[in-house]
């Protein structure tokens, strides 16, 4: 285990808070990509209005599997994995991927799984 | 329901975002193909729609039988801070190439072959230059199937239309 993924854990913040957005009657802290900074703000009822935000009126089970992969990868390594590692090991390949969230499969599905953008180039 | 956000950020002039790029690879060696790949690929990771352009040696990528087989080059790189005859010796690019290829993978950067595949997977246009094709006497056939045409440089630039144009 990191220290990084402690630390981020323990004051549950992972970026900082640029601004608010209301949703769901709820007021959320943003970081300066439009993601959310608590991790504990999220829930799959804001999952689905964030995919909303990004054009996906419904998250089908495939998008939920490569929501849930990122997540499970973000609580292992305090990182948001790449798109690479998203083809390898998320079960959904690299057209699908693009086709389920289009324009930029790595960072539609972090912000839509509540998580800061990747920070890798690839 | 309503959906509002307040941005606190001082404002700034915006500028209109990069919606095209036509990327040219012209070198054949590890370190010349991988940037053009990797800014090709970071097009389509953001909504950018992407052209990769093979010319001269760069078709190294995209020809089957050798993109498995690119080297780093040891010997002409000044940054490799190498002399020349130790850059020479046999094996010493390989072995650059493989502590190369190491540090790449740990940064989650693919072989060439299978960032080719990810790249034309994630929507991007790959191109083989005709008169490097000629020159070189090479056929479609040579080339991975990832190459979705041979194209003139007349093509090239009807194909960029619209985009901005990165030479590597």
């Known amino acids: 285990m990191s220290s990084r993924k402690q630390s981020s854990q323990e004051d549950n913040i992972m970026s900082t808070a640029v601004a608010e957005k209301i949703l769901l009657g709820k007021t959320l802290a943003i970081d300066a990509d439009g993601n959310l900074v608590n991790i504990s703000d999220w829930n799959e009822e804001i999952a689905a209005e964030l995919a909303k935000e990004e054009g996906i009126e419904i998250l089908t089970e495939k998008h939920w599997q490569v929501i849930n992969y990122m997540r499970k990868v973000y609580s292992e390594t305090g990182d948001s994995p790449s798109i690479r590692k998203l083809t390898k090991e998320s079960g959904v390949d690299t057209k699908e991927l693009y086709a389920l969230f289009p324009k930029g499969p790595a960072k539609k599905a972090a912000r839509i799984a509540g998580l800061p953008k990747p920070k890798g180039c690839i | ?168």
Do not use: W
Request: with cysteine; charged share 25%.
């Open chain 2, 1 to 168: 329901m309503q959906n509002k956000t307040e941005n606190i950020l001082t404002e700034e002039i915006e500028y209109e975002p990069i919606k095209k790029v036509s990327i040219i690879v012209s070198k054949g060696s590890l370190e010349g193909v991988y940037p053009g790949l990797i800014m090709a690929n970071g097009a389509r990771m953001e909504g950018i729609e992407a052209n990769l352009f093979f010319t001269f040696f760069g078709m190294e990528a995209i020809i089957s039988k050798k993109m498995d087989h690119l080297k780093v080059a040891t010997v002409g790189n000044p940054a490799m801070h190498m002399p020349t005859l130790i850059g020479s010796l046999p094996g010493m690019s390989a072995f650059a190439t493989h502590m190369m290829e190491k540090e790449m993978e740990k940064l989650d950067i693919p072989p060439v072959r299978e960032f080719i595949e990810m790249i034309h997977d994630a929507g991007c246009n790959i191109y083989a230059c005709k008169a490097s094709v000629d020159m070189f006497h090479l056929k479609k056939e040579n080339f991975c199937s990832q190459v979705d045409d041979i194209i003139t440089v007349g093509e090239f630039y009807e194909k960029s239309a619209g985009a901005s144009i990165i030479f590597t």
